[in-house]
Structure formats: structure tokens, C-alpha cells
């Protein structure tokens, strides 16, 4: 019986097993399978696996089979053309990208083309080809996004003239804007480790619908990468590692990470070293500049005493280096089709790294300061997910995001020739929500939800005599007493295709905020107040239309607005922004609002070109900017030994912002590639007479890209580029600091242009090797509002391995 059964399977399965034909689709550069790509030939469609394998037995004898993805240029080959191939294709990544996935706009899965606001997608490839030291330097290569930097370990986005707090960042659906994130320039981003980031979507315009208080310029959501599930009875495992080195700042960075799946449970585990030297800037510098922006001098304590010392090369910003390591575990269990939760756990921390530009200034003769530094900047971050997907009911797909953060940040400083060392330390506590619906209705699709956070600020200080080894009383940056903060809102964003030419979306958002902060010690500062207390609600909307008479044109139109409420550092922080100025206490700023008039027009050139335009207009009332100001009637007071001038965040009556984005993208042949952007950006205080420039706001800038793509390599020439920031330009009493430009009294940053080159070399899918000369022309220069040089002729290389 046996014997009869094994011919009977050879005789009806070995004809079967003969007709079966499995084809592999590759990247034309990196060689790895491509996942999720489609292949049609009439009314038959197939996709392929993890592997980027299917069966296409039942294609033979077809003449047009299509191969598309929405990642890749698309290719059309017969069956018989297949064969000649051995059924293995390559496909090039397309530039072009037109019906791309986003997220971050409504918070669920949608075709950009469906969405009103401009949204930035940068994809896995994008961050792997950039090979940033960090996310920082990630966003600076954009060409949209303009990046501040007071020292080497950090950066402050600046999107269309808003930053720091009027941004919002956001990982894995968690804000990380926080309740003391300041009106100047924050580095928190350095903290979001950009070697295990899936992508990162950037929304410009007002984010408020949808996210709330700080969305003024726009939104910053980095999604970080997700265990990988089998997708068969076999364990899924993969790793990657790379190890670079780059020659400005001596960097030296290491990184792994490993996925294990089944096709029901998953883990991935992430780790990355950093370690940089002190920056070199360039050497090719204007000799009008004269001294500008050279370390020409350090302090050093020798023997213990504070000593001063000539620097032997002017160009190497001594005392810029740091260190830094983020690890990340992430565990993915799928209950079903339908339920899914995810643990995410992040920490990220540093040693100490010194704030460069305040160890560069000059007291008479001597340094200013012996030491300046901020503490290992600290970030512990978990967060549970749960997705659903409902056929019926009140939702199709819902996500619940519970998140816990600390946060530990810390400021140090001695003058030089003292013995007393200043310790101020911020902790905080911060949890969130998020409750997520979406719903299609026909041609409508509702988002809905509610979510709130809660922050807690404990603010801490004391004086250390290094000498005598004794400690003391000292005042804290924020209210000593402790201070939170609250929001809980509700909102609902709707999308109505009307018809194929019109999409319109809309939506409204309920929000409220409280604060409230305590002065115990009033020592130091005798305020008239020992409490601040703030209650603040809002409602904000948005209405867009999108028209698209064909499929080569799209025109948009958006109106939205937005709004900030005052948070800790606005309403209760002392301290000193530049030499001689201090900011204190304004318990009566009042919340700022924006409305935002959006109109975009693009053209599609068969798919392979896309052109276009945005122009922007935000009026902003109520705009919280830096003013002179008095404390119990003077104009200045005495602050850390030296009579500063009294400033404090008020509110303007208004101020505006307009400006315009230019782009191109063209997939010129399926090897060559070309992109170019451009931004301009004008904004001013109104005043009773002569409006008065608004600070954040960058020069003209932009970056033009050719890339070559070829079998097992890939090669980009671009150059970055910035217009002057111009003396009429700049805010003397805000943030733009004008201290440290190259006219430290009116304020005036050159333009620069820089020319770079990268390369990368496939050996195998399973090994790389990365090239690149940055700043090829080895140009000095600043990015506007930076009070460090940025870094010369830069050599990086690069070894990964995937397996």
C-alpha cells in the first residue's frame, strides 16, 4: 500500500513541483530582498515575501507583467524576458516617491497625496546613505530643516522660523516636547538615536489638531524600527552592525542590532557608541573675519589654579568633544490579525559636554569661565502600544500609547579664577496617553481621539567651593518649590473625497492646559509672587482642499491654526541668556496663537518628475518674545557677580512669518538621479512703527543633490548652501544671537556654500562600505544663530555588515 501511495505523490506532484517558478527581487544598490513588491499580469497579482520571493508559475506566457512598488522606479518584462534573467530582478529606489505612506499628519496610515499639509518622509535608505553622527546633523541634511548648534553635542530644528518649544518632537507617538523646553535653543534631539530609526516624517505648518501645544512650525515624528515576525514556521533572525570613523571631530561610533521573531512574538535590541574628539572647523575662511570664530585660547586648572593657555591651533575647537551611547529593546507580540502591543524601552545618555561658546568668551583679559558644562543629558523612555483592527463598530483601526519618561538635565558653571562651582540639576517625571480611532465611511474617514500628559519638574541647586570642599546655597534655574504641568484634550480630523479632482480635510481640537509652580526661597530674588498659576483652553481647526484636475497636477490650500501655552521655562525661569543679559519671571505671558494660510502647487511629470511649490503666511498673536523688562523697578541687577540687563518673555501684540519652499525631484534615467530644494523665510514683531525683525528666523537655504545608482553602488554629489543673515535681520534682544556672529554688535552671519561627495560599495547583500567627503573645499563658516564653527573638511568611512 505504501509503495502504490509514494508513486501516486510522484506521479501528480512531481509535475506540479516542475510547474512552480519563484522569482527574486533584490535592491539595485544594496542587494537586499525587497519585501511587499506586486507583480501583475492581467487579473493575475502576486506579492512577494520577506525574501522577496513569489510564484509566478501562473504567469507563463504572459507578454507585460508589471513589477511596482512604491519605493522603486516600476519595470514591465515578459515571462520570457524573466527566464532570460533567471528570474531575478533588481529594482532602483525611486526619487520620486508621489504615493508614499505618512502617519504623522492624522496619526494613521494615509497616501500623502490625500493630505493637505506638506509632510517630509525620510526613509530607511535616506538615513543609512546620509550616515549622520546624529539626528541633529540628520535633519541639517535635509535642506529643509535648518539646525542651531551652541555646542557639538547638540542641535535646535528650526521649522519655517519657529524652534525649540514651537516644534514638536515626537517618538513613537510620544511628545518629547517637556515642561521646561525653552524659547532659546534646546539639544534634546541628540537623544533620539538616528541608527535605529524606521523613518522620520517632517509636517510643516501648524500641528495643532492633531497634537496640541508646541505644533506651531511643524512636527518631528521619528519612528524608531520594530521587531521582524516570521513569516513562516521558521525563526526570523536578523542582525545589523556597522562601525565608522570620521575625521573632523575624531569620531568613533559602533553599532549592532538583532531581531529574532516567530511569526507571533518578536524582539529587537539596539546599541550604539559615540565618541568625538574636539571639532575642527575649516581652514579656507574670509581674512576679513579676522579672529572670528578661532580658539585661540582655553583655561585649564593646573596645580589648582585656573590657568590660561594659547591654543596651538586656532582651528580646533578645543573642549568640544563628548560621548554618548542609546540602547533600545523592543518586544512585538501579535495576539491576532487583529491585536498587537508593543513594550518600547528607550535611555540615551552622554557624559558631560561642555557649552563651547561660553568657554570662548572673555572677561577683560582672562576667560570668562574656567568651566562651563552641562551634565550626562539623560533620557528614559518606555511606552506600551496596543493596535486594533475592527471590521465594524465604532472603528476600523484604534491605538492606545501609554508612555513614561525621565529626564535628567544639568547645568555646571565656575568663573574663571573662583573657587566656586555652580551645580543646577532638573528631573523630570512625565507620563502620557494616547487613545486613538479611525473609521472609514464611505468616501469620509474619521480620526478621533483624546490624549493628555503630565510633567513634573524638580529643580535643584547648590555651590561647591572646590577648594575648601564645602557646599552651599545656590538659586535653582526653576522654582524651587516644584512645579507641573497638564494637558487633556479630545479631537477629530475628517477626510471627504468628494470626488477624483477634490479632497477635503478638515478638522477640531479641544484642548486644555494647566500649570502651576511654586517659590519657596526667595533669597536670591525678592519677587512680588510665590506661586504661578495658569489655566489655559483653546480650540483649534484646520480646513484644507486639494485639487487635482489630472494626474499630473495637484493644487492644495490650507487654513489652520495653532497654539502654545506658557510652560515652566517661560513663566519661572532665571537665568542668563548672553553675558550681561538675564531673563527673569513673567507670571502674566499669556498663550500665543497662530493662523496659517497654506498654498501648494506640484506637477507630475509620467512619474518620473515632480516640481512644486509651497507658499506660507502665520500671523502669530500673543507671540511670546524676549524683551527688556524690570525687576521691582530696575533695568538691571546683579547676577552672578556682574550687573546684567533685565530681560523677560512677554508678549508681543503680534508678529508674522510668510515664506515659500521651491523643490524638484526627477528620476532622470533609472540610474541617475536629481533633487533640489530652497527655503526662504521672513518674519517680523508688529510695532507702532517700524516692524521689528523676529528672531529664529534663517537666511535663504537649501541643498542640490545628483546621485548615481548603480549595480552594488551608489554615489551622491550634492552642495548645501546659505544665503547671509543680514544686519536688519537679526533680533538683538531674542535669540539670535548676534554675540557670537561675525558683527558681535549688530549681528551678521556670512552665507556659505559647501561642495560633498558619498559613496557606497556593496560586496555582498551582506557587507558595505561607506565614503564620503564632506565640505570638500574645507570652507569656514557658521549655520545662522550657531555659537560653534561648523566642521571643515570632513572624511568619513564606514564598514556594515548585514546578516
Known sequence: MKKILAMMASVFLIPVLSWSQ??????QTTLQPIAGVVLKANTLSVVTNQKGEADISEFKGSTAIEITHISYLPKVYSYDELARLHFKIRLTETTVALNQVIVSANRFEENARDVAQPVDVIRTSDLNNMNQPTTAEVMQNTGNVLVQKSQLGGGSPIIRGFETNKVLMVVDGVRMNNAIYRGGHVQNIITVDNSMLEKIEIVYGPGSVMYGSDALGGVMHFYTKSPTLSDNDSVKVKANAFARFSSAAVEKTGHFDFSIGTQKFGSLTSFTYSSFGDLMQGYNRNEL?????????????????????????WHLQTGSGYSQYDVMQKFLFK???????????????SSNINRYDRLTQMSGNLPRYAAWYYGPQERLFGSYTLNLKNDSGIYDNARVVIGFQQIEESRHDRRFNKDILNHRTENLNIATLNVDFAKKLGKHELRYGVDGWYNQVISTAYAEDIVA????????RYPDGGSTMSSIAAYLSHSFEISEKFILNDGIRVNNVMLNSTFNDTTYFPFPFNKVTQNNTAVN??????????????????ASTGFRAPNVDDLSKVFESTPGTIVVPNPAIKPEY???????????????????????????????????????????VMYDGQLSKVTMSTNANQAYICGFNLFFKADVTDYLSFTSTLNYTYGRIKTDTTDYPLDHIPPVFGKTSVTLKLNKFRGEFFVAYNAAKKSQDYNLNGEDNHVYSADPVNGYMPAWTTLNVRAAYHFTKNVQLQLSLENIMDTYYRVYASNISAPGRNFIITLRGTF
Open 22 to 27: 519563484t522569482i527574486t527581487i533584490a535592491d
Open 289 to 313: 573675519y579676522g579672529t572670528w570664530g578661532l580658539r585661540t585660547f582655553y583655561a585649564e586648572r593646573v596645580n589648582g589654579k585656573d590657568s590660561m593657555f594659547t591654543n596651538q591651533n
Open 335 to 349: 495576539q491576532s490579525d487583529r491585536v498587537s502591543h508593543v513594550l518600547n524601552f528607550q535611555y540615551s545618555t
Open 469 to 476: 570642599d564645602t557646599t552651599g546655597k545656590l538659586d535653582t
Open 541 to 558: 481647526g484646520n480646513v484644507g482642499l486639494i485639487y487635482m484636475p489630472d494626474k499630473y497636477w495637484r493644487f492644495t490650500l490650507l
Open 594 to 636: 497662530t493662523y496659517n494660510a497654506d498654498f501648494g502647487v506640484s506637477k507630475n511629470f509620467s512619474d518620473q518628475a515632480n516640481m512644486g511649490a509651497t507658499v506660507f503666511y502665520t500671523l502669530l498673536t500673543n507671540a511670546i518674545t524676549t524683551q527688556p523688562g524690570t525687576f521691582n523697578g530696575a533695568d538691571s
